[in-house]
């Protein structure tokens, strides 16, 4: 039977999100800040409001009363979903989920204090005098991060003190949230790896084979998979995804964050809904992460999570500002290569290092991600986003 959803967030994760869920029957009302978002181009209708305001929260809530909300985003007056679950909403994975995860103190408390997990050396601050005792007692390098942001945005690595002045005023600019923010020990790791988990109504927690990543400026650059982590450390990464998740509860797909350092695995971070790095599974797996995630909130059978080839995706960013739709020029000769597919999120202003696109490269399952890597990032280098003015 056809459900009505809510999905509160609208970029590109939230587009193919629709789309999967479009394909099993589903009824998708798209919501965000601006209009003409990525997911209300596919949706089947669409609200603009200011997500952070529970009063037009609550008033889209009772407008739709719709069978599931589903965060996209971290910006959502959250605090409003646990009224939603008495109210006799599901919120997807839990409210508790959405609440823990958009507040980065809940979160890493929830894994070093109550679950014991391992993870960067971490205090916070809500000044710049805080801010340079937590760098006193916490060690140079590190990483600053805004308690409520997403994307990258406001955080920092601070290699010395001379960073610090500039990390801090960039730690309170923009899409980041209340003031606050956590400084974290710098972990000296080889590999960062993302697991997608897949939690279920009626059955286990799933694991998708791992997900290297890389980012620049704390954003997502280029993901592959699989990432070759050693058979010990994958299996203690699903341990700790497995508690975590379980502590939060509710059903979907979570990304989940690890460093992989020459001594162990340490837990990073997580996000309750499909993930940036994901996108890779998009010519990797037999269920991509969307299609994993709409089957998980549905509660339909997933018989078995699969990598079918060896692949990677590479970031297509913007360079310039403009408030008009971009044009793109070079995707035909990213297509010329027959290993490679191409997306473009349909974002209709740019911004500097925004997001635009990715490109998706699939080889054989027995071939190097190396060689997977490089021919995504070749693609992306050749598509340009045009901003007309």
Not at 113 to 127: F, I, M, N, P, V
Not at 332 to 342: F, G, W
Not at 372 to 382: G, L, P, V, Y
């Amino acid at each position: 039977m056809s459900k009505k959803i809510l999905l509160l967030g609208s970029g590109e994760l939230g587009k193919e999100l629709v789309i999967a869920l479009q394909r099993l029957g589903q009824y998708v009302v798209a919501t965000d800040s601006y209009k003409n978002a990525p997911a209300m181009q596919v949706a089947d209708e669409f609200e603009v409001i200011n997500m952070l305001d529970a009063n037009e929260l609550d008033r889209i809530v009772d407008k739709h009363k719709p069978d599931l909300i589903v965060p996209e985003v971290e910006a959502i007056a959250t605090h409003r979903f646990y009224e939603y679950e008495k109210q006799g909403y599901t919120v997807v994975p839990s409210a508790k989920a959405a609440n823990f995860t958009m507040d980065r103190r809940a979160i890493r408390d929830l894994a070093a204090k109550d679950l014991g997990l391992r993870t960067a050396k971490y205090t916070y601050a809500s000044t710049e005098e805080e801010l340079r005792n937590g760098i006193e007692e916490i060690g140079l390098p590190c990483v600053i991060k805004p308690l409520m942001s997403s994307s990258g945005k406001g955080q920092s690595l601070i290699k010395t003190v001379d960073d610090i002045q500039k990390a801090w005023d960039y730690s309170q600019k923009g899409r980041t949230g209340k003031s606050e923010i956590i400084i974290e020990e710098f972990v000296d790791f080889h590999t960062e790896i993302t697991v997608l988990t897949v939690t279920q109504h009626n059955g286990e927690t799933l694991f998708c084979p791992a997900i290297g990543h890389r980012q620049e400026r704390g954003d997502y650059q280029e993901s592959w998979q699989p990432s070759r982590v050693s058979d010990e450390d994958f299996k203690r990464s699903c341990e700790i995804a497995d508690q975590v998740t379980k502590a939060l509860g509710g059903s979907g797909i979570w990304g989940v964050e690890f460093f992989i350092a020459n001594d162990g695995v340490y837990f990073s971070e997580l996000s309750p809904r499909p993930h940036d790095t994901g996108m890779t599974t998009m010519a990797t797996q037999n269920l991509n992460e969307f299609e994993l995630h709409a089957r998980a909130i549905l509660g339909l059978p997933i018989p078995e999570i699969k990598l079918i080839n060896s692949g990677a995706s590479a970031v297509v960013l913007a360079t310039d500002e403009s408030q008009e739709e971009p044009e793109y020029s070079g995707v035909d000769q990213a297509l010329e290569n027959t290993n490679i597919d191409i997306r473009i999120f349909g974002k209709p202003v740019t911004r500097v290092h925004r997001r635009m696109g990715v490109a998706l490269c699939k080889l054989p399952l027995d071939s190097s991600t190396d060689e997977a890597r490089k021919e995504a990032k070749e693609a992306a280098d050749k598509i340009k986003v045009n901003p007309v003015f």
